[in-house]
C-alpha cells in the first residue's frame, strides 16, 4: 500500500511517515495540495492520502475537491489530518468528499483506527 | 465592557492539557513537563508564535531555551540525540508544535477562527493582531522538560485597543 503525505510541515510529514511505515505503507510525500496533484497527474496511485487543510499553494479542502472531481481517482481514501477542528470544517472537508478526519495532536492509535475504519488493512501499532 | 477588559482567555487548566497532549503524542511519554514558578525570562532562546483571529482574537506564543528548542526538533523530526538540527529544522519542528497547540487552543475558544502562519525566531517573535495595536497577557503556562524551560503564553487584544 502506498500513502500520500500532503503537509507543508517537513516535521509533520516525519511524524506521519513514521507512523505509516511502521504499519507497512510506502509513502510519497508532498509540500502542498498542488505538488500532490502533479504526483497524481504523474501516475502515482496511493491507496490513501493524508491531507493537512492550511497549506500554501493549493489548501488541503481544494485539493479534496479537485481529486473527488476527477474519476480517474474515484479509489483513493482521503484523510484529512490537521489542526482545524471546527465543527464546521469537519462538515465541510467531509461533504466534499473527504472520507475521514484526524485532529492533532494524534497518536499512532489514533491513525491506525482510522484505516482500519477505512478498510485499510495495517500490521501493527508502532510501539 | 471597559477599555481594556479582556474578552476572552483559556484557563489554564486547558493549557496543561493541551501541552501534555502535544508533548507525550509527539515528543516523549516518558519525560514529562513539569508546572514550575515563572522565570525572568533571560533563559529563552528561541520563540515560536501564531495568531489567531476572527471569533476570537489572540496570540499564542512559546519560548524555549536552547537546549529544549533542540530538544523538540530532534524529537519531532526523528532525529538521533547527538545530530545537531540546523536553523530550518527548528524553524519546521517549533513552527509545527505552535501551530497545533494553537490549533488546539483556538478550537476551545468562540469562533469561527483562523489561524495564521506560524512564525520562529531566535530571541523574541515580534507580531501583531490585525488592526490591533495592544496586546494583554491573559494566561500563561511555565513548565521545565527535561530540566529545561519551557514556556507557553496567550496575549488577547483589549477591547478598547
Given at each position: 500500500m502506498h500513502a500520500l503525505i500532503i503537509d507543508d510541515s517537513r516535521t509533520m510529514r516525519s511524524i506521519l511517515r513514521r507512523i505509516v511505515t511502521e504499519l507497512g505503507f510506502e509513502t510519497t510525500e508532498a509540500g502542498n495540495g498542488q505538488e500532490a496533484l502533479d504526483a497524481l497527474e504523474g501516475g502515482l496511485v496511493p491507496s490513501i492520502c493524508l491531507i493537512?487543510?492550511?497549506?500554501?499553494?493549493?489548501?488541503g479542502y481544494t485539493f479534496v475537491t479537485r481529486v473527488r472531481a476527477d474519476p480517474r481517482w474515484r479509489d483513493v481514501t482521503l484523510m484529512m489530518v490537521t489542526t482545524e477542528s471546527e465543527h464546521g470544517q469537519i462538515v465541510k472537508a467531509l461533504a466534499a468528499g473527504a472520507h475521514e478526519y484526524v485532529i492533532k495532536p494524534f497518536t499512532a492509535d489514533a491513525i491506525v483506527d482510522k484505516l482500519e475504519l477505512l478498510g485499510l488493512t495495517v500490521s501493527e501499532v508502532p510501539a | 465592557m471597559s477599555i481594556g477588559e479582556i474578552t476572552h482567555e483559556p484557563a489554564l487548566a486547558d493549557l496543561e492539557s493541551i501541552m501534555n497532549d502535544c508533548w507525550s503524542t509527539f515528543l516523549s511519554n516518558i519525560d514529562p513537563l513539569e508546572p514550575v514558578a515563572p522565570s525572568d525570562g533571560s533563559a529563552y532562546a528561541w520563540s515560536a508564535a501564531i495568531t489567531v483571529s476572527g471569533g476570537w482574537q489572540a496570540l499564542v506564543l512559546m519560548q524555549f531555551s536552547r537546549a529544549a528548542a533542540h530538544a523538540v526538533a530532534q524529537r519531532m523530526l526523528g532525529m538521533g540525540a547527538d545530530e545537531e538540527p540546523v536553523l530550518d529544522d527548528l524553524n519546521d519542528a517549533l513552527g509545527e508544535l505552535v501551530n497545533v497547540i494553537g490549533g488546539n487552543v483556538k478550537s476551545l475558544m468562540p469562533g469561527p477562527s483562523q489561524l495564521s502562519l506560524p512564525l520562529v525566531a531566535q530571541g523574541t517573535v515580534s507580531t501583531s493582531l490585525p488592526g490591533r495595536t495592544e496586546l494583554v497577557e491573559a494566561t500563561s503556562l511555565d513548565v521545565r522538560w527535561l530540566d529545561e524551560p519551557v514556556r507557553l503564553s496567550i496575549s488577547v487584544a483589549s477591547s478598547g485597543a
Open positions: 493537512d487543510w492550511n497549506m500554501p499553494l493549493m489548501d | -
